[in-house]
């Protein structure tokens, strides 16, 4: 939900922040640290300068109106760490300075309360007023001071000293201390705007895809048919892909559906003629030897029937991809050609081919087969006796040339021949189912959805005319022939 998408973003931004937080501080912490030992070895070399061994004591004569770096408060110790020297006589602070710290150089801080640190401010009125602010807030607060210990080791005029200088103002009256604070601030910020502030985010940016969901909602409820494509920018792609799926989905169920009942239709007619046939062999009105080519016949119509609507559904359309394989065309023209005359062998039918071996085919070579199975197929049955066939090829056209002997196509039934159910002659039985296969006219009729959907993928026509054998001529042209560079 956006809400916990937001949740977590807050999570890693806080994290984030919280670690570059503590880096920064811990870095302004040890600078911060460096710099007042700097400053406060400054003063220590400054009263190493000014103290004097005499007499197995030290002294150190101090400048009037010395103005120094900060108020601190030194005390000088020998190598036993006996305190020989201290500017201001403060015993809790004396105290406080522990043995080892005099052992090597190094930074410290002394943690006390609000009236010690008052004793070491007596003559910094400003401090005091802060200090006394601090007072009125918490009176359990506590105070840090900076101690810095340096060693100087013997010279010839001084002994092994160490000096241990105090920082009599504590960090927390120091402006420094601020960025704790700031840091406490910008965390409580983080907490109160960072979050509300990615949840509006999260929100405001997540609309759309809210909006796409209720109308993906409303697609399964059969509320709507396409997503809105006024969407977002980011969207604009998904929501155009997801409405083209939906198209080619319903395209396919129709398809579906429509082929169904095209099959339904087609099949009465052969069943209608097996059951009259049978009834006739009941009655004894026909023979056998006379009844089993007529359902022969009837049967394979059937089988042809099946396979050509099985093969128009697994068609979507004039959107398929299609196949760009190369078939040379002369080894499936003679397939085709062994296969009709096992079929025509009775009528004698003789077919001839004079065709170029590099002539191809572009495309799915059950297409290929199919068309042309069905033309090839009505001119045998048309025929008298010969059939021949040829071919050209051009940079994006396949003419393949299919002509016989027959009685030919008048002209005015030209335009009905390639409807299934039409005939341009009666001369023979049948429905023109083959031709119908093999060509899409554009009428809005049944049994042309086959040819127009095997067709229509390779822009391709039939055309009839006259042929010098006396009869029909039949162009097959097929389109989109130019092979991709990885056929070439």
């Not at 939900?1 to 890693?12: H, I, Q, W």
């Not at 999260?202 to 396409?226: C, F, G, K, Q, T």
């Not at 009905?416 to 296969?437: E, H, I, K, S």
Request: with cysteine; hydrophobic share 40%.
């Amino acid at each position: 939900s956006p809400f916990s998408a937001a949740v977590a973003a807050a999570g890693v931004v806080l994290v984030l922040s919280l670690a570059y937080g503590i880096v920064a501080l811990v870095g302004y912490s040890v600078s911060f640290d460096k710099t007042t030992f700097r400053l406060l070895r400054g003063e220590s070399n400054l009263f190493y300068t000014l103290a004097k061994w005499e007499n197995n004591k030290i002294s150190v004569e101090l400048p009037e109106n010395l103005d120094m770096q900060s108020p601190t408060m030194t005390l000088i110790y020998d190598e036993t760490g006996k305190l020989l020297w201290t500017q201001r006589n403060i015993p809790w602070l004396i105290k406080s300075i522990q043995p080892e710290w005099l052992k090597t150089n190094g930074f410290h801080e002394i943690e006390t309360n609000v009236d010690a640190t008052s004793t070491l401010l007596s003559e910094d009125h400003s401090a005091q007023e802060k200090l006394k602010e601090v007072r009125e807030d918490d009176d359990d607060a506590e105070m840090t001071h900076s101690v810095a210990v340096n060693i100087y080791p013997a010279t010839a005029r001084m002994p092994q000293l160490t000096i241990v200088v105090v920082d009599t103002i504590p960090i927390e009256l120091k402006r420094s201390y601020m960025v704790w604070s700031w840091f406490v601030y910008v965390l409580a910020a983080n907490l109160l705007l960072v979050i509300p502030l990615l949840w509006i985010a999260a929100w405001w940016s997540l609309r759309p895809i809210e909006a796409l969901a209720r109308e993906v909602r409303e697609l399964e409820d059969h509320h709507r048919e396409m997503l809105n494509p006024e969407t977002t920018r980011e969207l604009t792609s998904l929501v155009r892909n997801l409405n083209q799926l939906l198209k080619s989905e319903r395209e396919r169920y129709n398809k579906y559906r429509t082929t169904l009942t095209d099959l339904t239709h087609s099949l009465k007619t052969p069943l209608a003629v097996l059951q009259s046939t049978l009834r006739s062999l009941r009655n004894e009105k026909m023979s056998v030897s006379k009844a089993e080519p007529v359902m022969l016949e009837q049967i394979s119509r059937i089988s042809q029937q099946i396979g050509y609507y099985l093969h128009r559904a697994s068609m979507r359309g004039s959107g398929v991809l299609l196949s760009r394989e190369l078939h040379p065309v002369a080894p499936l023209l003679d397939n085709l050609i062994s296969a009709l005359n096992k079929v025509y062998q009775r009528k004698g039918v003789n077919i001839s081919m004079d065709i170029s071996p590099e002539i191809s085919f572009v495309g799915e070579q059950n297409d290929f087969v199919e068309v042309m199975g069905n033309v090839l197929d009505n001119a045998c049955k048309y025929c008298l006796e010969f059939v021949e066939i040829s071919a050209r090829q051009t940079d994006d056209h396949l003419h393949i040339f299919v002509e016989d002997d027959g009685p030919g196509i008048p002209h005015s039934k030209r335009s009905l021949v390639f409807d299934r159910g039409q005939r341009a002659d009666t001369l023979r039985p049948g429905q023109g189912v083959g031709l119908a296969v093999a060509r899409e006219i554009g009428i809005q009729n049944q049994s042309l959805y086959i040819a127009r959907e095997i067709t229509e993928q390779y822009a391709g026509q039939i055309i009839a005319s006259d042929s010098l054998l006396g009869g029909a001529r039949m162009e097959v042209v097929f389109g989109r022939q130019h092979p991709t560079q990885k056929e070439e």
